[in-house]
C-alpha cells in the first residue's frame, strides 16, 4: 500500500528550488537566442549573420567565466544570489542599449554572471545521482515552456520586450529559497574542492585521465557544431516557408523530449549523441513541417540522455568534481561561442543544407569519439582490476 507514496516521493527534487531555479533561469536565456537574430538585426540595422555576435559574446563570456571562477572562489548562496543581480540588471540595461556595440557588450556582462550559475548548478549537482538527474530535467523544462512565450514576445514586442522579460526570469530566480553545496578553489599541492562524495568510485590513472580529455574535446567539438546548426534552425525553417507556430512548437517538443530522457540511464553517451546527426540533417534538408518536428522532438531526446552521460563519465574520473565540472561547462560554452559564427558564415553564403551536413557529419565523429573513449576506459579499468586481483 506504501508503493504509491514511495513513487511519489522519488520524483520529488533533490537538489534546491534555488538551484533548478539558476539552470532554470540560464535556460530560459539560451531558449530566447534563436528568437533575437531576427529583432536584434532589426533594431540595429545589422545582418542576421552579424547579430549571431550577441551570442558569440555571451556564450565566450560564459566559458571564460566557467573555467576561471571556479579556480578563484567557491560556490555558495551569496554567489548566486549576485550574479543573479547582475544578470538582471544586464538583461534590463540590453532591453535599451542604444548601439550594437553596447549591446554586445552587455551581454558579454550577463554571459560571466550565467557562467557563474550553471556552473554552481552543475557542482551542486555533483553530490549525489539524484541531483544530477533534477538539475539536468530543469533545462528542458523551463525552455519547453518559455519557447512559445518568448516567439510571441519577438515577434510582438521585439528585442526590448524579450530581454525585459529574462530580467524578470532572472529576478525571480534570486527569490527563490533554498541553500548550495558550498565548495571551496583548489589549494596548490593537490587537495580537492571541498564538495565531497561523488557519482562513482573515482580513480586517478594516468589512463582515465586521458580518456577523460578525449572526452572533453569531442564535447566541446560536438557543442560548436551542434550550435551552428541549431541557432539558426528557425531562421532556416522559416526561409522553407515553415510558419513562427511550426517553429516555436519544433523548440517546445525539442525540450519537452529532452524532460523525461535526462531520468534515463541508457548507456551509450556516444552512440546517442552521434544519432543526433540525424536530427541535424532532418531540421536542414527537408523543408517539410513533420520532418522539422520530428528531427528536433529526437534532437531533443538524444541530446539530454546523451550529455549527461558523457558527463558523468567525466565526473566518475575527477578528483574534483567541482573544477571539472567548470571546465566541462566551459568547454562546452566555447563551442557553443564559436559555433554561431562558423554557422553565420555559411548561412551568410546561402548555404543552410551545406550547414546541416557538416555539422551532422562533425556530430557524428564526436559521438563516435566518446564511445571509443568510453570503450577504451573500461577496458582499461577491467584489465587494471584483474592484475590487482592477480597481485
Do not use: K
Request: glycine fraction near 12%.
Amino acid at each position: 500500500m506504501f508503493a504509491p507514496l514511495r513513487s511519489l516521493n522519488r520524483l520529488r527534487p533533490s537538489a534546491s528550488p534555488a538551484v533548478l531555479g539558476t539552470v532554470a533561469v540560464d535556460s530560459v536565456i539560451f531558449a530566447a537566442t534563436p528568437f533575437l537574430l531576427g529583432p536584434v538585426a532589426e533594431r540595429h540595422g545589422v545582418s542576421v549573420g552579424a547579430s549571431g555576435l550577441v551570442s558569440v559574446a555571451q556564450l565566450g563570456a560564459f566559458a571564460a567565466a566557467s573555467v576561471v571562477v571556479p579556480r578563484l572562489v567557491g560556490a555558495s548562496r551569496q554567489l548566486l544570489d549576485r550574479a543573479l543581480v547582475v544578470l538582471a540588471l544586464a538583461n534590463v540595461a540590453s532591453a535599451f542599449a542604444p548601439s550594437f556595440g553596447l549591446l554586445v557588450g552587455l551581454r558579454l556582462i550577463a554571459g560571466v554572471a550565467m557562467g557563474v550559475l550553471t556552473w554552481i548548478a552543475w557542482a551542486d549537482a555533483a553530490r549525489d545521482e539524484r541531483s544530477f538527474g533534477d538539475v539536468a530535467a530543469a533545462g528542458p523544462v523551463a525552455a519547453a515552456i518559455a519557447a512559445p512565450v518568448l516567439g510571441v514576445a519577438a515577434a510582438w514586442g521585439g528585442m526590448g520586450t524579450v530581454y525585459l522579460a529574462l530580467a524578470a526570469v532572472a529576478a525571480a530566480g534570486w527569490a527563490l529559497p533554498g541553500d548550495v553545496a558550498a565548495t571551496s578553489p583548489p589549494v596548490r599541492g593537490g587537495q580537492r574542492s571541498g564538495l565531497g562524495g561523488g557519482l562513482a568510485h573515482r580513480t586517478a590513472d594516468r589512463s582515465s585521465s586521458r580518456s577523460a580529455v578525449v572526452v572533453l574535446a569531442a564535447l566541446a567539438v560536438f557543442t560548436l557544431a551542434s550550435s551552428s546548426l541549431f541557432l539558426y534552425t528557425g531562421v532556416i525553417a522559416s526561409d522553407a516557408g515553415l510558419t513562427p507556430l511550426v517553429v516555436s512548437i519544433g523548440f517546445s517538443l525539442s525540450s519537452l523530449a529532452g524532460v523525461p530522457a535526462t531520468r534515463l540511464r541508457l548507456g551509450g553517451a556516444g552512440w546517442w549523441i552521434a544519432s543526433i546527426a540525424l536530427a541535424a540533417t532532418a531540421v536542414s534538408v527537408g523543408a517539410s513541417a513533420p520532418l522539422f518536428l520530428a528531427g528536433m522532438t529526437w534532437w531533443g531526446v538524444a541530446y539530454w540522455i546523451g550529455v549527461p552521460a558523457a558527463m558523468r563519465h567525466l565526473v566518475a574520473r575527477s578528483e574534483d568534481p567541482a573544477t571539472t565540472v567548470g571546465a566541462t561547462q566551459g568547454a562546452m560554452a566555447a563551442g557553443r561561442a564559436i559555433g554561431p559564427a562558423a554557422g553565420g558564415v555559411l548561412i551568410g553564403a546561402g548555404s543552410p543544407i551545406v550547414l546541416g551536413l557538416v555539422a551532422a557529419a562533425t556530430i557524428a565523429a564526436c559521438g563516435v569519439t566518446i564511445a571509443a573513449a568510453d570503450l577504451v576506459s573500461v577496458r582499461r579499468a577491467a584489465a587494471a582490476e584483474v592484475t590487482a586481483l592477480a597481485a
